[in-house]
């Protein structure tokens, strides 16, 4: 994948990362189940029945998405917002990285540190704390976007983020949604953010033993 490319893969995920709306469901049935087959072929990560059920679930017409989308909710608030005993998969860095399984830490810093020194703030609308998982991707397609990089700072904190952050604790947060996903949905969605990191993680350090 070239960079454009990387960061379209960045932005998808991000995107399926926020709470399941009805918008999720529509962006799927136009076009994002194939936009994910591809992601899949690209990363060579297997697609299962995952993309398949939903695309028959979706087929099934509008009186069947009421139960697909609670469905998706209710796995999404039991992975990563709550669940008894204790939630399946925290997505925030603050929670692998710090140590005692707390929020706001000082991975969190960390990263909000980084939002700031690419000139952006996370977003009102974006009821969530700075170093979810879905803030991070969508910062990672950010970076990738060419916008504001003439002088190669967003390459720079690119790397950054992947290699001294994301590298670190996505890994560990996504190996329990893999396990823990009622929902085959939402371990694919693990499965491809793995492979993503991963590979990109290996491609800098690389670059930067050739340099």
């Known amino acids: 994948m070239d960079e454009a490319e990387r960061g379209a893969a960045y932005g998808l995920l991000s995107f399926f990362f926020l709470y399941p709306k009805d918008k999720h469901l529509e962006y799927l049935d136009a076009g994002g189940l194939e936009e994910l087959a591809g992601l899949c072929a690209v990363l060579?990560?297997?697609?299962?029945?995952?993309?398949?059920g939903l695309r028959e679930r979706l087929k099934a017409g509008e009186e069947a998405r009421p139960e697909l989308l609670l469905d998706l909710q209710r796995d999404y608030t039991r992975l990563f917002i709550n669940a008894f005993p204790k939630m399946v998969?925290?997505?925030?860095?603050?929670?692998?990285?710090?140590?005692?399984?707390?929020?706001?830490?000082?991975?969190?810093?960390?990263?909000?540190?980084?939002?700031?020194?690419?000139?952006?703030?996370?977003?009102?609308?974006?009821?969530?704390?700075?170093?979810?998982?879905?803030a991070e991707l969508n910062f990672a397609a950010f970076l990738l976007s060419g916008s504001g990089n003439e002088d190669g700072t967003n390459l720079r904190l690119y790397e950054k983020l992947v290699v001294e952050h994301l590298a670190l604790w996505a890994p560990p947060f996504l190996q329990r949604v893999i396990e823990g996903a009622r929902q085959p949905f939402y371990a694919l969605l693990a499965k491809l953010v793995l492979r993503l990191v991963e590979e990109e993680r290996g491609r800098l350090e690389d670059s930067a033993d050739g340099r």
């Open 44 to 52: 060579e990560v297997p697609c299962g029945d995952a993309l398949e």
């Open 89 to 134: 998969a925290p997505p925030y860095s603050s929670v692998y990285l710090d140590g005692k399984g707390k929020v706001w830490g000082e991975s969190t810093s960390w990263v909000n540190n980084l939002y700031h020194e690419a000139g952006l703030e996370i977003a009102e609308e974006f009821h969530n704390i700075p170093d979810h998982i879905a």
